[in-house]
């Protein structure tokens, strides 16, 4: 099982009592989803974040629906937090957020590591998860300047 690795960092101008508060609504996840995926949490809200929490999507990826499980493996108010992966359409996925106040803001730090289900099948399809992931978070990154600039 290869592991994949995406970073990313975003800054938007405020302070990171108002940033880590809209991270640790879950419910804000769709706001900043492209709406292709049909993102939705079938959880109960609101949920209460913390370490254990578990939340409960689906999602749809090339038009076939996913369910999909993280639980909060890490929480750390206003510093960081990361959801794993429990069952969902990844062999592996660890997303460790981070925030940072700078610069008369906050800088959003995303880590995803990832990896593929189905072996050579899930190789071969390698490039064009990259490319997909890629564009959620650039999706994600504009609907942040939106949300919070």
């Known amino acids: 099982m290869s592991t994949e690795v995406l970073e990313r ?21 769709a706001r900043i989803t492209p709406p292709e995926l049909g993102f939705r949490i079938r959880s109960a809200l609101p949920i209460a974040m913390r370490a254990g929490a578990l939340i409960d999507y689906t999602i749809r990826l090339y038009g076939l629906p996913f369910r999909w499980r993280t639980e ?7 510093h960081s937090f990361v ?3 429990l069952s ?15 610069r008369g803001g906050t800088t959003i730090g995303d880590r995803v590591e990832y990896a593929l289900p189905l072996g050579v099948l899930g190789g071969m399809a390698r490039p064009l998860v990259r490319r997909q992931l890629r564009r959620i978070f650039d999706y994600r990154e504009e609907s942040l300047q939106r949300a919070l600039a």
Do not use: C, K
């Open 9 to 29: 960092r975003t800054w938007v101008p405020r302070p990171i009592s108002d940033v880590f508060p809209f991270f640790a609504a879950a419910e804000n996840l």
């Open 72 to 78: 909060i493996t890490l929480w750390d108010p206003p």
């Open 83 to 85: 959801d794993t992966q």
């Open 88 to 102: 969902g359409p990844y062999a592996r996925w660890e997303h460790t957020h981070m925030f940072v106040e700078e």
